[in-house]
Protein backbone atom coordinates (compact mmCIF):
# COMPACT_ATOMS: atom_id res chain seq x y z
CA UNK A 1 0.00 0.00 0.00
CA UNK A 2 1.34 3.31 -1.19
CA UNK A 3 2.20 5.46 1.67
CA UNK A 4 -0.10 8.59 1.83
CA UNK A 5 0.96 11.97 0.67
CA UNK A 6 1.20 14.59 3.18
CA UNK A 7 -1.74 17.16 2.85
CA UNK A 8 -0.38 20.80 2.03
CA UNK A 9 -1.31 23.25 5.06
CA UNK A 10 -4.18 25.20 4.68
CA UNK A 11 -4.07 28.91 3.15
CA UNK A 12 -5.74 31.36 5.29
CA UNK A 13 -7.92 33.36 2.70
CA UNK A 14 -4.96 36.53 2.68
CA UNK A 15 -2.36 34.66 2.73
CA UNK A 16 -4.06 32.67 -0.91
CA UNK A 17 -5.20 36.01 -2.49
CA UNK A 18 -1.51 37.87 -1.67
CA UNK A 19 0.13 34.50 -3.46
CA UNK A 20 -1.83 34.15 -6.30
CA UNK A 21 -2.84 37.46 -7.20
CA UNK A 22 0.27 39.54 -5.69
CA UNK A 23 2.33 39.51 -8.79
CA UNK A 24 -0.69 41.02 -11.04
CA UNK A 25 -1.29 43.67 -7.79
CA UNK A 26 1.62 44.55 -8.10
CA UNK A 27 2.24 44.99 -11.74
CA UNK A 28 -0.88 46.81 -12.30
CA UNK A 29 0.24 49.33 -9.36
CA UNK A 30 3.18 49.91 -11.25
CA UNK A 31 1.34 50.38 -14.67
CA UNK A 32 -0.78 53.28 -12.78
CA UNK A 33 2.22 54.95 -11.51
CA UNK A 34 3.57 54.97 -14.80
CA UNK A 35 0.59 56.54 -16.13
CA UNK A 36 0.54 59.12 -13.86
CA UNK A 37 3.92 59.97 -14.29
CA UNK A 38 3.64 60.60 -17.97
CA UNK A 39 0.82 62.71 -17.40
CA UNK A 40 2.67 64.87 -14.56
CA UNK A 41 6.10 65.08 -16.01
CA UNK A 42 5.37 64.87 -20.21
CA UNK A 43 2.17 66.43 -20.98
CA UNK A 44 3.51 69.27 -18.26
CA UNK A 45 6.81 70.25 -18.56
CA UNK A 46 6.69 72.30 -15.62
CA UNK A 47 5.25 69.84 -13.64
CA UNK A 48 8.28 68.84 -11.96
CA UNK A 49 9.08 71.97 -10.59
CA UNK A 50 5.66 72.98 -9.62
CA UNK A 51 4.87 69.59 -7.68
CA UNK A 52 8.18 70.25 -5.44
CA UNK A 53 7.18 73.39 -4.36
CA UNK A 54 3.60 72.61 -3.48
CA UNK A 55 4.04 68.73 -2.11
CA UNK A 56 7.53 68.86 -1.38
CA UNK A 57 9.69 66.28 -0.18
CA UNK A 58 6.64 63.97 -0.92
CA UNK A 59 6.61 64.72 -4.49
CA UNK A 60 10.28 63.61 -4.54
CA UNK A 61 9.30 60.39 -2.72
CA UNK A 62 6.85 59.70 -5.24
CA UNK A 63 9.23 60.74 -8.10
CA UNK A 64 11.82 58.60 -6.61
CA UNK A 65 10.30 55.46 -5.99
CA UNK A 66 9.21 55.65 -9.72
CA UNK A 67 13.12 56.23 -10.24
CA UNK A 68 13.78 52.81 -8.64
CA UNK A 69 11.33 50.77 -10.79
CA UNK A 70 12.77 51.94 -13.48
CA UNK A 71 9.26 53.53 -14.55
CA UNK A 72 10.80 57.02 -14.63
CA UNK A 73 12.09 56.64 -18.05
CA UNK A 74 9.89 59.80 -19.69
CA UNK A 75 11.93 61.74 -17.36
CA UNK A 76 15.56 62.29 -16.76
CA UNK A 77 16.00 60.92 -13.16
CA UNK A 78 19.20 62.76 -12.97
CA UNK A 79 17.69 66.17 -12.67
CA UNK A 80 15.55 65.19 -9.61
CA UNK A 81 17.80 65.94 -6.56
CA UNK A 82 19.53 69.02 -8.56
CA UNK A 83 16.15 70.76 -8.91
CA UNK A 84 14.74 69.56 -5.28
CA UNK A 85 18.04 71.22 -3.92
CA UNK A 86 17.26 74.41 -5.98
CA UNK A 87 14.17 74.50 -5.63
CA UNK A 88 13.51 73.54 -1.79
CA UNK A 89 17.15 74.30 -0.67
CA UNK A 90 18.25 77.23 -1.96
CA UNK A 91 18.23 79.96 0.20
CA UNK A 92 20.04 83.78 -0.75
CA UNK A 93 22.42 83.29 1.50
CA UNK A 94 23.24 79.90 -0.11
CA UNK A 95 22.17 76.42 0.86
CA UNK A 96 20.20 75.00 3.69
CA UNK A 97 22.13 72.20 4.54
CA UNK A 98 19.28 70.18 6.79
CA UNK A 99 17.08 70.23 3.92
CA UNK A 100 19.68 69.16 1.52
CA UNK A 101 20.15 66.26 4.36
CA UNK A 102 16.57 65.49 3.99
CA UNK A 103 16.55 65.58 0.33
CA UNK A 104 19.15 62.75 0.04
CA UNK A 105 17.55 60.73 3.12
CA UNK A 106 13.86 60.53 1.03
CA UNK A 107 15.89 60.53 -2.22
CA UNK A 108 17.57 57.01 -1.09
CA UNK A 109 14.56 55.58 0.57
CA UNK A 110 12.40 56.24 -2.70
CA UNK A 111 14.57 54.69 -4.63
CA UNK A 112 15.49 51.94 -2.55
CA UNK A 113 12.04 51.04 -2.35
CA UNK A 114 11.45 51.55 -5.62
CA UNK A 115 14.56 49.10 -6.62
CA UNK A 116 13.04 46.45 -4.00
CA UNK A 117 9.38 45.61 -5.09
CA UNK A 118 11.62 45.45 -8.90
CA UNK A 119 13.91 43.15 -7.03
CA UNK A 120 10.79 41.23 -5.57
CA UNK A 121 9.11 40.75 -8.67
CA UNK A 122 12.22 39.65 -10.40
CA UNK A 123 12.89 37.20 -7.33
CA UNK A 124 8.97 36.14 -7.51
CA UNK A 125 8.25 36.54 -10.98
CA UNK A 126 11.25 35.70 -13.03
CA UNK A 127 12.87 37.36 -15.52
CA UNK A 128 10.75 35.87 -18.54
CA UNK A 129 7.94 37.49 -16.54
CA UNK A 130 9.08 40.75 -16.28
CA UNK A 131 9.80 40.80 -19.98
CA UNK A 132 6.04 39.93 -21.33
CA UNK A 133 5.54 43.47 -18.63
CA UNK A 134 4.41 46.19 -20.88
CA UNK A 135 5.89 48.64 -18.48
CA UNK A 136 9.38 46.68 -18.14
CA UNK A 137 11.21 49.03 -20.98
CA UNK A 138 14.72 47.28 -20.65
CA UNK A 139 15.06 44.73 -23.37
CA UNK A 140 16.04 41.50 -23.57
CA UNK A 141 19.45 42.00 -25.02
CA UNK A 142 20.51 45.08 -22.28
CA UNK A 143 19.08 42.55 -19.41
CA UNK A 144 21.13 39.80 -20.67
CA UNK A 145 24.19 42.24 -20.96
CA UNK A 146 23.55 43.35 -17.21
CA UNK A 147 23.24 39.47 -15.85
CA UNK A 148 26.31 38.78 -17.01
CA UNK A 149 27.92 41.50 -15.42
CA UNK A 150 26.23 40.33 -12.09
CA UNK A 151 27.55 36.62 -12.78
CA UNK A 152 31.14 38.44 -13.12
CA UNK A 153 31.42 40.73 -11.23
CA UNK A 154 28.99 39.69 -8.31
CA UNK A 155 27.05 41.52 -5.38
CA UNK A 156 28.80 44.47 -5.66
CA UNK A 157 28.17 45.34 -8.90
CA UNK A 158 24.88 46.57 -7.28
CA UNK A 159 26.17 49.58 -5.81
CA UNK A 160 28.70 50.39 -8.30
CA UNK A 161 25.98 50.25 -11.10
CA UNK A 162 23.61 52.63 -8.71
CA UNK A 163 26.05 54.53 -8.74
CA UNK A 164 26.67 55.19 -12.17
CA UNK A 165 24.46 57.70 -14.47
CA UNK A 166 23.97 54.83 -17.78
CA UNK A 167 23.42 51.79 -15.46
CA UNK A 168 21.68 52.80 -12.51
CA UNK A 169 19.03 49.85 -11.44
CA UNK A 170 20.35 47.66 -14.06
CA UNK A 171 21.33 45.13 -11.30
CA UNK A 172 18.10 44.93 -9.86
CA UNK A 173 16.39 42.46 -11.91
CA UNK A 174 19.32 39.95 -11.93
CA UNK A 175 20.13 40.19 -8.33
CA UNK A 176 16.91 39.21 -8.01
CA UNK A 177 16.67 36.45 -10.56
CA UNK A 178 19.93 35.05 -8.78
CA UNK A 179 18.31 34.93 -5.52
CA UNK A 180 20.52 37.53 -3.51
CA UNK A 181 18.59 38.11 -0.01
CA UNK A 182 16.61 41.08 -0.02
CA UNK A 183 18.28 42.16 2.76
CA UNK A 184 21.74 42.58 1.09
CA UNK A 185 19.97 43.74 -1.82
CA UNK A 186 18.45 46.71 0.27
CA UNK A 187 21.56 47.90 2.00
CA UNK A 188 23.97 47.71 -1.47
CA UNK A 189 20.79 49.58 -3.24
CA UNK A 190 20.79 52.27 -0.78
CA UNK A 191 24.38 52.13 -0.55
CA UNK A 192 24.96 53.11 -4.39
CA UNK A 193 22.23 55.14 -4.55
CA UNK A 194 23.27 57.67 -2.03
CA UNK A 195 26.95 57.96 -3.44
CA UNK A 196 25.71 58.87 -6.66
CA UNK A 197 22.72 61.41 -5.03
CA UNK A 198 25.74 62.39 -2.88
CA UNK A 199 27.73 63.53 -6.34
CA UNK A 200 24.72 64.96 -7.87
CA UNK A 201 23.94 67.42 -4.65
CA UNK A 202 27.71 68.25 -4.26
CA UNK A 203 27.53 69.23 -7.84
CA UNK A 204 24.37 71.46 -7.58
CA UNK A 205 26.03 73.50 -4.26
CA UNK A 206 28.84 73.95 -5.92
CA UNK A 207 31.04 71.63 -3.56
CA UNK A 208 33.00 69.79 -6.23
CA UNK A 209 34.16 72.75 -7.54
CA UNK A 210 36.44 73.63 -4.13
CA UNK A 211 38.23 70.19 -4.10
Known amino acids: MAPETPEAPARSPVRA ?3 DYGLVVVAGLF ?3 GLAGIALYVLDPGAAESLLRRYGLAALLFAFV ?32 PTVAAILLVAVVGATAG ?28 LD ?7 SYGVLAVPVSNTLLFTRGMLTVPAGVAGMTTRRFVALSALGTLSFE ?11 ELL
Open 198 to 208: LLLAGATMGVL
Open 17 to 19: VAE
Open 31 to 33: AVL
Open 66 to 97: LEGAMLLYFAPSEALVPAAVTVLAGRAEGYHV
Open 145 to 151: RFGDAFD
Open 115 to 142: QTVLFLLAKRGGREWLLARPWFRVDEGR
